[in-house]
Antibody, heavy 121, light 107 residues
Framework: DVQLVQSGAEVKKPGQSLRISCKGS????????ISWVRQMPGKGLEWMGR????????NYSPSLEGHVSISADESISTAYLQWSSLQASDTAMYYC??????????????WGEGTTVTVSS | EIMMTQSPATLSVSPGERATLSCRAS??????LAWYQQKPGQAPRLLIY???TGATGIPARFSGSGSGTEFTLTISSLQSEDYAVYYC?????????FGQGTQLEIK
C-alpha cells in the first residue's frame, strides 16, 4: 500500500526552529511530487508548496515563500518542511500529500495523517 | 493567484436526499480540478480528479462535473458517512489553491 507517514506532534516556542518529516512507502518516492498543506485551527486547507524529490525543485505559495522551506532526501524517501524561526501564527496541522505523478497538472492522491505544530510562549 | 469560491458555505440535507456543491474559479482551470472530503480529526481524502473522474474506491454516488470556471460535486443519495467538509482545488496553475470548503450537515 502507498503510505505517507508523518512525524509526531511538536510544541515549540516562538523563535525556535523546527523540521517535520513525511516518509513515503509502497511506491518509487522520486517519481511523484510531494506537497505540504496547512490547516490552521478551525480553518480550511491551504497549499504551501511542493517538491520534486528527483531533483529537489520546489514551488511555494507566494504568501509563505521565505518563511518555510521544503526539502527531500530521496535516499530515505522522506520529505521535510522546515522553519528557521517559528511564530505563533504557525500553529496548525500540517499535511503532506503525494501528487499522482511527477508532471504538471497532477492532483494529490495520497495524504499523510498530519502533524500538529503548536507554537506558544 | 486563482481564487476558488465554494458555495454554499454550509449545506443541510436529509439522509437519502441529493446534495449539490458548487465551486467557481476566478479564471479557467480547464478540467484540472479535484474534490476532497475531510471528516473531523482526519486527513483529507481524494474523491474526484480531472473534474469528473472518481478516485479509486470512491462510491458511485459521488460525481463531479464542469470545466473552465464552474464545477459541481453531486452526492446522489446521502449516507450518514458523507457528512463532512468538502473542498475543491485547482491544479492548473501554481499556487494550487483550495476553495474555503462546504460543510455538509444533517438536516
Amino acid at each position: 500500500d502507498v503510505q505517507l507517514v508523518q512525524s509526531g506532534a511538536e510544541v515549540k516556542k516562538p523563535g525556535q526552529s523546527l523540521r517535520i518529516s513525511c516518509k513515503g512507502s509502497g511506491y518509487s518516492f522520486s517519481s511523484n511530487w510531494i506537497s505540504w498543506v496547512r490547516q490552521m485551527p478551525g480553518k480550511g486547507l491551504e497549499w504551501m508548496g511542493r517538491i520534486d524529490p528527483s531533483d529537489s525543485y520546489t514551488n511555494y505559495s507566494p504568501s509563505l515563500e521565505g518563511h518555510v522551506s521544503i526539502s527531500a532526501d530521496e535516499s530515505i524517501s522522506t520529505a521535510y518542511l522546515q522553519w528557521s524561526s517559528l511564530q505563533a501564527s504557525d500553529t496548525a496541522m500540517y499535511y503532506c500529500a503525494r501528487h499522482r505523478s511527477g508532471n504538471s497538472y497532477s492532483y494529490m492522491d495520497v495524504w499523510g495523517e498530519g502533524t500538529t505544530v503548536t507554537v506558544s510562549s | 493567484e486563482i481564487m476558488m469560491t465554494q458555495s454554499p458555505a454550509t449545506l443541510s440535507v436529509s439522509p437519502g436526499e441529493r446534495a449539490t456543491l458548487s465551486c467557481r474559479a476566478s479564471q479557467s482551470v480547464y478540467t484540472n480540478l479535484a474534490w476532497y472530503q475531510q471528516k473531523p480529526g482526519q486527513a483529507p481524502r481524494l474523491l474526484i480528479y480531472a473534474a469528473s473522474t472518481g478516485a479509486t474506491g470512491i462510491p458511485a454516488r459521488f460525481s463531479g462535473s464542469g470545466s473552465g470556471t464552474e464545477f459541481t460535486l453531486t452526492i446522489s443519495s446521502l449516507q450518514s458517512e458523507d457528512y463532512a467538509v468538502y473542498y475543491c482545488q485547482q491544479y492548473n496553475v501554481w499556487p494550487y489553491t483550495f476553495g474555503q470548503g462546504t460543510q455538509l450537515e444533517i438536516k
